[in-house]
């Protein structure tokens, strides 16, 4: 496991095909390694064959399954800005997992504070002094001290980095592959 490292995984489909990406990062942002797919366009025939059970087999099964085993650098926590590929991520990779994502939420009182947002187990967590706090959901089975820990791990790094920026990164990168 890399030291002080977050890993962001994404997936994405459009116009019939699908691809993923994962970029690991040190607290300042920084890049150790970056992994994606090819995109996967199913044929005719397969979306037939495997009917409701195809989007399920090609983002687990196919994409995030050889993303983790590609992905040298191994993060302290796994961050998905997808909440279908939570419970797959912590599953799959067997690692520390959250779902990340903005809030319209007023800032809490102070860096490090935590509110509970009710639906799903989620957490508003103020991960630095300005910004609203950001919505953070965990797996249904993560026991309090991994959710503690994890929730530490993020208020260690947004005191260098802007947590969610990273996801930006991704996208810019898979479009510039598409060019």
């Not at 998905?80 to 800032?107: E, F, I, N, W």
Request: hydrophobic letters at 45%; charged letters at 20%.
């Amino acid at each position: 496991m890399a030291q002080g490292s977050l890993g962001y995984m994404t997936i994405e489909g459009a116009d019939g095909e699908i691809r993923g990406a994962s970029l690991v990062v040190d607290y300042r942002g920084v890049p150790m390694d970056f992994r994606y797919t090819d995109p996967i366009r199913p044929t005719r025939l397969e979306r037939i064959l495997y009917g409701n059970a195809l989007d399920v087999y090609l983002r687990e099964e196919l994409i995030l399954q050889s993303l983790l085993n590609a992905v040298e650098a191994r993060p302290s926590l796994w961050i998905c800005g997808d909440m279908d590929l939570l419970q797959p991520l912590r599953t799959t990779g067997k690692v520390r997992a959250a779902y990340l994502t903005h809030s319209a939420h007023a800032p809490l009182d102070a860096v490090g504070h935590t509110e509970s947002a009710g639906e799903n187990g989620a957490v508003l967590l103020q991960a630095d002094a300005i910004s609203a706090p950001l919505r953070v959901v965990f797996p249904q089975e993560i026991r309090q001290d991994e959710m503690t820990g994890a929730l530490n791990i993020l208020i260690e790094a947004a005191q260098s980095m802007e947590l969610m920026e990273p996801f930006g990164r991704i996208q810019k990168a898979l479009a510039s592959l598409s060019e």
